[in-house]
């Protein structure tokens, strides 16, 4: 009995001395941390929704842009009009780059705008990629668009110049925003699969 009241006395010493130790290890850290604000969550922004698009009796032609913001991150979707104004193929921005200073804006978006037909392909849903660099503006995007189609890498890319508008009316179906990317990010994946690219 007696050797096991010493053993348990030894434990106990030695579970404290480690206690001390570990406070003395971290206590450092603890104060350096100590003066640190906690960040708060970033909300997400609507920046707007921007278009221009050509319309005849029954169809549309043309571009819109749909931009979020949540912290420095510019997120948002490309709408390319190719025929019926509703549901027009839809694409995720990706590669987004901004420069505040300067308002450069420039991004990528796959899409499928239709069917392709050729000698090497029959039905084949299209691989269209689009590049845009130009500039942001709380009023319009102004820039260059780019359009391949990645069946074909080998062909050049079509180029043209591009104004964007901004809409007040499409700006405020934005609101109020998601608020977080990750609710935003479910709901404009529902609107992929329906009109989302192919491949």
Same mark, same amino acid.
């Given at each position: 009995?007696?050797?096991?009241?010493?053993?348990?006395?030894?434990?106990?010493?030695?579970?404290?001395?480690?206690? @001390?130790?570990?406070?003395?290890?971290?206590?450092?850290?603890?104060?350096?941390?100590?003066?640190?604000?906690?960040?708060?969550?970033?909300?997400?922004?609507?920046?707007?929704?921007?278009?221009? @698009?050509?319309?005849?009796?029954?169809?549309?032609?043309?571009?819109?842009?749909?931009?979020?913001?949540?912290?420095?991150?510019?997120?948002?979707?490309?709408?390319?009009?190719?025929?019926?104004?509703?549901? /027009?193929?839809?694409?995720?921005?990706?590669?987004?780059?901004?420069?505040?200073?300067?308002?450069?804006?420039?991004?990528?978006?796959? @899409?499928?705008?239709?069917?392709?037909?050729?000698?090497?392909?029959?039905?084949?849903?299209?691989?269209?990629?689009?590049?845009?660099?130009?500039?942001?503006?709380?009023?319009?995007?102004?820039?260059?668009?780019?359009?391949?189609?990645?069946?074909?890498?080998?062909?050049?890319?079509?180029?043209?110049?591009?104004?964007?508008?901004?809409?007040?009316?499409?700006?405020?179906?934005?609101?109020? /925003? /998601?608020?977080?990317?990750?609710?935003?990010? @479910?709901?404009?994946?529902?609107?992929?699969?329906?009109?989302?690219?192919?491949?």
């Amino acid at each position: 009995m007696t050797r096991l009241t010493r053993n348990n006395s030894k434990q106990a010493a030695f579970r404290y001395f480690n206690r @001390i130790l570990v406070c003395c290890v971290l206590w450092p850290v603890v104060m350096v941390h100590a003066g640190t604000p906690v960040r708060a969550a970033s909300k997400v922004e609507v920046l707007g929704a921007f278009s221009s @698009i050509a319309h005849t009796e029954e169809d549309a032609f043309g571009y819109a842009v749909e931009l979020w913001k949540e912290g420095d991150q510019i997120f948002g979707l490309l709408f390319v009009y190719v025929g019926p104004p509703a549901d /027009p193929p839809t694409g995720m921005l990706e590669d987004v780059k901004f420069d505040p200073a300067t308002g450069h804006l420039s991004f990528t978006a796959r @899409i499928t705008t239709g069917l392709a037909y050729s000698r090497d392909y029959v039905g084949v849903p299209s691989r269209d990629r689009y590049k845009f660099e130009g500039i942001f503006t709380r009023r319009q995007l102004i820039g260059k668009l780019s359009h391949s189609n990645d069946l074909w890498p080998e062909e050049r890319p079509m180029s043209s110049r591009i104004r964007l508008r901004w809409s007040a009316f499409n700006t405020e179906l934005m609101t109020p /925003p /998601p608020p977080t990317y990750s609710t935003w990010r @479910i709901w404009a994946d529902e609107i992929l699969k329906r009109r989302g690219p192919r491949w």
